[in-house]
């Protein structure tokens, strides 16, 4: 028996004012997979992301999250099924790390009941595997912009939900840490999870994912094999420039026209 994607988005089109910013997106995300979403600036890679979280209107298609349509679930709903990792990791409270992680449990243990020893349990597992548990009593206003994105993370994970959408998670972080977190992320979807995931730096598309959906002026012109996507001609068309895949591990470099 084929199980419906975790994740899956149809002929999605999302307008800001009069401007169409996705149109004609169509995706699915199933359990075990780890894909990667890269595009130049301003391709629409931040609003697919939001949208697949629920975050924006649709001007048509449709998105569904566990085989259920998502205008047919509340936000406690989406969020069992769901983490979101925002682009912009910044906050205004002067929360400790262990209190940002544990709301990530919110949809779990509600306003009133409180945290449970596996809400617990789930934050301490997070912020362990995302190299925060040394900084749990630390104020996130006094973490660096790389320790906050990290944090973050680890909100997201210890949601416990079976997809993650995550918008550039490895930004700010030096190459040791984007590098443990693009492991971090095969290894989650490897238990079964579903990620997708934006990034900037295309090198990164190169160790783990299975999959590369390349997004230009809104929508996803070429996917498949990272190295395959990365060096065929709709990525010379979207970058401007040719690409190619050299060195061990390897490297996104232009390449000669």
Known sequence: ???PPLLAAEGLRVRLGRREILRGIDLELRAGELVALAGPN???KTTLIRTLAGLLPLAGGSVAIAGRPATDLSRRDIARHLAYLPQDGTSTFALSVEQTVLLGRYAHAGALRGYS???LRAAE???AVSDVGHLRRRLLPTLSGGERRRVFLARAIAQGSEVLVLDEPTSALDVGHACSVLALLRELADAGK???FSLHDLALALRGPERLLLMDRGEIVDRGAPEAVLTGPRARQAFGIDLKVTGDP??????SS
């Open 42 to 44: 301003g391709a629409g």
């Open 194 to 196: 579903a990620v997708i």
């Open 125 to 127: 597992e997070a912020m």
């Open 250 to 255: 390897p490297g996104v470099l232009p390449g």
């Open 117 to 119: 020893r596996t809400d």
């Open 1 to 3: 028996m084929t199980h």
